[in-house]
Nanobody, 122 residues
Framework: VQLQAFGGGLVQPGGSLRLSCTAS????????IGWFRQAPGKEREAVSC????????DYARSVQGRFTITTDNAKNTVYLQMNSLKPEDTAVYYC????????????????WGQGTLVTVSS
């Protein structure tokens, strides 16, 4: 079971990025995929999640209305579209898998990918 997140980079405030999380070794029919982030000196926090069985999604209040999570089962990939980015969105972003449904609780996720750095700065 392996997850890999990519798509990070440097973007100006107000800009957009799309992160991708590819899964190998298991199908995205399994549980849910979540996106999390960790800024320097801060604890890891939840961003969003999507249940693979019914497409249910949830978002942290700080990103609601700006970020959108979607799944492409044919490509075994989960995307996080990030719009209207702010400097406070700067962090390393991780994707993770859980056997249960969509949850914003990091402890419920047992498979984590390597992160991808997103920097929002002018």
């Amino acid at each position: 079971v392996q997850l890999q997140a990519f798509g990070g980079g440097l973007v100006q405030p107000g800009g957009s990025l799309r992160l991708s999380c590819t899964a190998s070794g298991f199908s995205l029919d399994y549980g849910a995929i979540g996106w999390f982030r960790q800024a320097p000196g801060k604890e890891r926090e939840a961003v969003s999640c999507i249940s693979n069985s019914d497409g249910f999604t949830d978002y942290a209040r700080s990103v609601q209305g700006r970020f959108t999570i979607t799944t492409d089962n044919a490509k075994n990939t989960v995307y996080l579209q990030m719009n209207s980015l702010k400097p406070e969105d700067t962090a390393v972003y991780y994707c993770a898998a859980t056997s249960i449904g969509c949850s914003l609780v990091p402890l419920l996720y047992d498979n984590w990918g390597q992160g991808t750095l997103v920097t929002v700065s002018s």
